[in-house]
């Protein structure tokens, strides 16, 4: 038993210290989003960075929100995490508070500054 018990500490050990940040590239009608994490995810409040570019040309006049949720599922109810970005140093910033590991769906919206609204869609694991 006590073996078992050192396999599963340096298991979840070698997890921990292997763990990336996220960083995701996708493509929305023409433009470029890059999202990446500060750092590896955690449960608790975790921040991240959203790039756009349009034509190789970074975009820095949208309006950039994230929800970050998880399904409902026997047991446990639907939950949701919802930030607006502030542009910094040419990167939107957010932060999203996950309240359990698991998989997270995400929707990263942006309004550019000709009034159209587009919508990436992930997830992100922990």
Do not use: C
Request: glycine content about 8%.
């Amino acid at each position: 038993m006590k073996l078992l018990k050192i396999i599963s500490i340096l298991a979840l050990t070698f997890g921990l210290l292997n763990a990336e940040p996220v960083a995701q590239t996708g493509e929305k009608n023409g433009y470029t989003v890059k999202l990446k994490s500060e750092k590896s995810l955690v449960v608790g409040d975790n921040i991240f960075f959203a790039t756009l570019q349009k034509d190789g040309k970074a975009v820095t006049d949208a309006k950039v929100k994230a929800k970050f949720f998880m399904p409902e599922m026997p047991g446990m109810p639907y939950m949701e995490y919802k930030d607006k970005a502030k542009l910094i140093d040419g990167k939107y910033k957010f932060m999203i508070n996950f309240s359990m590991g698991g998989t997270w769906q995400y929707h990263l919206m942006f309004k550019t500054a000709d009034g159209k609204v587009h919508k990436v869609r992930s997830s992100v694991n922990l």
